[in-house]
């Protein structure tokens, strides 16, 4: 992992933030330790206002940003759970913390502790294990919540709405800022019907004759082991009920040359 300074960093750090991005997503984008980020923010003054500059950036910006959203998601809680939230949080700062976060939930009960999860989904970047851990409960907990109850699955999958909203509004902001691979992507995706797709689309009406030109690889060219040679053969066999001459000549000949290779190995 690279660690030394890169002038370039000043304007890649800008960016970074102005995109909403954690001191901890620009550390890796960067190359670095977050120990190294912080450590060249607390000494770079120009880096620390270009990181700031960015932050002001993002939150200028229209909402569907990371940062945005999350604010957004967190303004839905009510009062009580958004205490309890910053609770847990604090909570989450010291060492085994489940225990007492778990006998804390359940006084509250368990649709407090489903509208906290999700709100702990969209700060770890929707990440159900984090989300889980957040709240004390098992994955399996959280699978059954789906499964079992409608009403937090319908939840779930207004989350999977807002999520692919999020990432949309993050791939024109993107765009904006002339990211190359962004711009390539959204044209080959969005404007495929002018000529930027990689893929050749026809457009056909009325009857297709396929005509199928058989290519022929052996087995004996793949360089495989012997025995792994003679179950390809043996599965070859299975998906040929019905065998022409000239099937049966080629396994036949094959046959014939895996029992001499493997009377020769044996000779060895």
Known sequence: ???????????????????GCTQEEIATHMGVKTETLRHWIKTKPAFRSALKQGREQCKGTAPGVIADYMHYVYGLLPPNLKRL????????????????????LRL???????????????????????ACRFVA???????????????FANLMQQMQVHKKNLFESALIRLVKLGEPSAVMFANKT??????????????????????????VVAIEN????????????????????????????????????????EQELEGD
Do not use: C
């Not at 003679?230 to 040929?240: D, I, K, N, P």
């Open 1 to 19: 992992m690279a660690s030394k300074w890169d002038n370039e960093f000043y304007v890649l750090g800008y960016k970074l933030a102005s995109q």
């Open 85 to 104: 939230y910053d609770e847990i949080k604090q909570f989450h700062e010291e060492k085994k913390p489940l225990k007492r976060i778990d006998a804390l």
């Open 108 to 130: 509250e009960g368990k649709r407090a502790r489903q509208y906290l999860f999700l709100q702990a989904l969209v700060s770890s970047n929707f990440n159900p294990s984090m």
């Open 137 to 151: 409960i098992s994955v399996d907990t959280f699978q059954q919540w789906v499964r079992e109850e409608p009403e």
């Open 190 to 215: 969005i404007n495929r019907d002018r000529g930027f797709s990689e893929k050749t689309e026809i457009h056909h009406s009325g009857e297709v004759h396929h005509l199928h030109h058989h290519k």
């Open 222 to 261: 793949l360089n495989l082991p012997l025995e792994i040679r003679r179950v390809l053969l043996e599965a070859v066999r299975e998906q040929l009920p019905v065998k022409t001459k000239t099937v049966q000549v080629i396994e036949s000949k094959y046959s014939k040359d895996l029992d001499q290779q």
